[in-house]
């Protein structure tokens, strides 16, 4: 599998674990009723069965008959799911929701839904149980990934680590021999300030050194570097040429940064943050940017489900851009005389007869084949050879691509008119 492959695949989990999350995120219990199991890929599925059958049978305490029917109703279900495994769960592991929630007018529903090898490894068992699915460790798996290095430093210590995603990891630290400003007696001003002059240059050097073990191997898979300390440590540092060239070209920017410990690397993130947020979106803002360019300037671009679905089935989309916060239905129809058409549609809504675009005849609703939109356009995007990306909401033109052109658009690889 190619890497675009591995891209676009990574971004269809995502987009049906989104989908998923916002669906549970909309779910209520009336009490502790709505159970989250995350379970590591290293983790028995027996054992998993042995922790539900206790909680099973502690669940029979629960003092309020409808929440201890509900629970015990979840944990069944869960067991039931749980079968369906051999000895450990797929790979990255797997999560469990179940729980019965309110439908109003004293009404409840039950819901089981499994999510299987999500995109980062569940890193520790966990059972949860409340009024609400636990959705915030699958969500911030979901967040936009990035692999940076961090280096913080000043005169007497530094660290190094990464930024993956939104995890920050500590790696490497040092502490300097750097005398402080205050001459020792017997030493002439001018050598002390030439050792004090060397040690820093050693300590730069030796921070550097850590730096470039630790990044120079993965400097293709890198997105950049962010540097912080005070002031001048970090502009001397960067200035003097220490880290490997190519590492140097990878600098985003320099921060400024109070502590320099472990703790220096996360203040580091939360200083970078506008930085981060700006890199993150990059790429979708250059294609937006060549899409207004081709919408206003040439005749490569096309938008609006119908148009980009016409020039997809004829291969002539190169990049299929979709926005992320798209929920839509595609409905195909064939009317009696043998014409197909598709219509999209709310996901939440039903359909009406209507006549056939094309012949005026009646088309039955109920005749309608109903899929997810994305799903739709995705298959023809991959039978066609045509890249599909995802495009943030986060900015003006990521915004625009969903409110003004449907959230659905395409770069094409040679003029159509259509």
């Known amino acids: 599998m190619s890497e675009q492959q591995e891209q676009e695949q990574s971004d269809k989990q995502k987009y049906e674990f989104r989908k998923v999350i916002e669906e549970l995120k909309g779910y209520q219990g009336s009490g502790t009723q709505l159970v989250s199991i995350y379970i590591p890929e290293d983790k028995l599925i027996s054992d998993v069965v042995a922790h ?50 309110d439908t109003g007018g004293g009404r409840t ?59 920050v990891e500590p790696v490497k630290s040092a502490s300097s021999l750097v005398p402080g400003k205050q001459r020792k007696g017997g030493q002439s001003a001018q050598r002390f300030a030439r050792l004090r002059l060397e040690a820093i240059d050693n300590f730069y050097q030796e ?36 880290l490997h060239h190519e590492l140097q070209d990878m600098v985003l920017g320099k921060f400024d940064v109070a502590y320099t410990d472990e703790s220096g690397l996360y203040d580091l993130v939360d200083a970078a943050d506008d930085v981060l947020a700006e890199h993150e979106m990059l790429r979708d803002k250059e294609l937006m940017e060549d899409f207004f360019k081709q ?9 609006g489900f119908d148009q980009t679905r016409q020039n997809l089935n004829m291969g002539a989309v190169e990049q299929l851009l979709i926005s992320e916060d798209l929920r839509k239905d595609v409905v195909a129809y064939t009317c009696e005389n043998g014409h197909d058409e598709y219509e ?26 109903r899929e997810d939109a994305i799903d739709h356009l995705m298959q023809l995007a991959e039978q066609r050879g045509t890249e599909t990306v995802f495009i943030s909401t986060d900015f003006e033109k990521g915004e625009q691509l969903l409110t003004a052109f449907g959230g659905v658009a395409g770069l094409l690889r040679y003029s159509t008119g259509v």
Not at 54 to 80: F, P
Not at 121 to 127: L, N
Not at 135 to 154: C, N, Q, R, S, Y
Not at 295 to 303: E, I, R, S, V
Request: aromatic fraction near 8%.
């Open 52 to 101: 539900v059958t206790q909680e099973h049978s502690e669940a029979s305490n629960i003092k309020s008959k409808d929440t201890r029917t509900a629970v015990q109703d979840a944990l069944t279900s869960i067991k039931d799911r749980l079968r369906y495994y051999d000895v450990r769960p797929p790979d990255n592991g797997l999560v469990v929701f179940s729980g019965a929630f």
């Open 109 to 167: 529903d039950m819901v089981t839904k499994v999510l299987e090898s999500p995109p980062d490894p569940i890193e520790s068992f966990r059972y949860h149980c409340d009024s609400e699915f636990l959705t915030e460790p699958l969500e911030h798996m979901l967040a936009d990934k990035g692999l940076f290095g961090l280096i913080v430093l000043d005169r007497r210590e530094a660290n190094v680590g990464w930024l993956k995603g939104k995890r």
């Open 207 to 242: 921070v550097a050194g850590m730096a470039n073990d630790l990044f120079v191997a993965d400097r293709h898979e890198l997105d950049g570097i962010l540097v912080g300390g005070p002031s001048p440590t970090k502009d001397e540092f960067l200035d003097g040429d220490y």
């Open 295 to 303: 919408l206003h300037n040439g005749d490569k671009a096309t938008y």
């Open 344 to 369: 999209l549609i709310n996901s939440n809504a039903g359909t009406d007869d209507h006549e056939c675009s094309r012949c005026g005849a009646t088309v039955d609703a109920d005749d309608g084949e």
